[in-house]
């Protein structure tokens, strides 16, 4: 099955300051890449997704990055403000076929110091 | 108008007790889920259901038996609860697919096995 790897397993950064989060997958064959964010005691919540055919995609602080030849995807957070501190998880599919996993990551922790 | 609900979010119990957390959407998904989460936050899928229809049943022990009397409801019950059950048990739902459509998850309840 598909093994979603992350890292760094906790980012301190400065408010104002950039953040990054890189996650790599094992399966070629997925084809659907959404982040989630978990605020503390919090449900985890879709903040943006992208699919194979898209390299890149932007919702104003935040974006993602595919790169399907390496196997990687990455969360881009510009001019991090406290809110943005939680943890944070990616995920891949392969799919749609209705047995497919989503395949989480184990999270990354985010910490923005104010 | 909460859109996936989780009760109990609490529940503290005794190793060999029997427990049932329940979950309802009104959404009009047809596709619901169980996810586990550890005190390390891994995300692990447990089961999911679309239509009432088994799909995906992880390798989780037999003791753990959810229930879905319809598309809008999935319960799950937990026979001879063990120390290793404590975590947060979250409920989730999405159109199809989880790459037709975002999961959206409730609020959790944080099991406590003593």
């Known amino acids: 099955g598909e093994n979603v790897e992350q890292h760094p397993s906790t980012l301190s950064v400065q408010e104002g300051d950039s953040a990054v989060i890189k996650c790599t997958y094992s399966d070629s064959a997925s084809n659907y890449f959404p982040w989630y964010k978990q605020e503390l005691g919090k449900r985890p919540q879709l903040i943006i997704d992208i699919r194979s055919n898209v390299g890149e995609k932007k919702d104003q602080r935040i974006a993602v990055t595919l790169n399907k030849t390496a196997k990687h995807f990455s969360l881009h957070i510009t001019e991090t403000q406290p809110e943005d501190s939680a943890v944070y998880f990616c995920?891949?599919?392969?799919?749609?076929?209705?047995?497919?996993?989503?395949?989480f990551g184990k999270g990354n922790q985010v910490v923005v110091i104010p | 108008d909460t859109a996936v609900s989780q009760t109990p979010k609490y529940l503290v119990t005794q190793m060999g007790n029997d427990k049932s957390i329940k979950c309802e959407q009104n959404?009009?998904?047809?596709?619901m889920y169980w996810y586990k989460q550890d005190s390390k936050k891994f995300l692990k899928i447990m089961f999911s259901y679309n239509n009432k229809e088994l799909i995906i049943n992880e390798t989780v022990p037999n003791r753990f038996s959810p229930k879905s009397p319809d598309k809008a409801h999935l319960n799950l019950h937990i026979n001879s609860l063990e120390l290793g059950d404590s975590a947060v048990y979250f409920c989730a739902s999405s159109f199809g697919t989880p790459n037709t459509g975002e999961l959206f998850f409730g609020e959790g309840s944080r099991l406590t096995v003593l």
């Open positions: 959404l009009g998904h047809d596709t």
């Open positions: 995920a891949a599919l392969k799919g749609p076929y209705g047995n497919n996993r989503l395949a």
